[in-house]
Nanobody, 122 residues
Framework: VQLQASGGGLVQPGDSLRLSCTTS????????MGWFRQAPGKEREYVSA????????NYADSVKGRFIISRDNTENTVYLQMNSLKPEDTAVYYC????????????????WGQGTQVTVSS
């Protein structure tokens, strides 16, 4: 299973970005999908996850109300709409696929994308 994340970039505080992650080689609709991020010098942290049908979503407190996760099972793609971006959102963002139950634990995810850089700076 391969995951390809894209959509990162350099934006100003308050701007928006939409990340995409497309999978191949597996049954996308059978995976819980998650987004994680890692800032320089910090551990990887959970951002958001979405259930197999898209009906269940979960967010870290730090992004709740600003980020929206969604998925398109016909396109094998999961999205992360990021609004009202802050400098502290600066990180490499990773998508991941979980064959089991949804979790905030990165260790429970089976497949990972390569990451896309998001930089929020004025």
């Amino acid at each position: 299973v391969q995951l390809q994340a894209s959509g990162g970039g350099l934006v100003q505080p308050g701007d928006s970005l939409r990340l995409s992650c497309t999978t191949s080689g597996g049954e996308f609709r059978t995976y819980v999908m998650g987004w994680f991020r890692q800032a320089p010098g910090k551990e990887r942290e959970y951002v958001s996850a979405i259930g197999r049908s898209g009906g269940t979503t979960n967010y870290a407190d730090s992004v709740k109300g600003r980020f929206i996760i969604s998925r398109d099972n016909t396109e094998n793609t999961v999205y992360l709409q990021m609004n009202s971006l802050k400098p502290e959102d600066t990180a490499v963002y990773y998508c991941a696929a979980n064959q089991g139950y949804g979790s905030r634990d990165s260790g429970s995810y089976d497949y990972w994308g390569q990451g896309t850089q998001v930089t929020v700076s004025s």
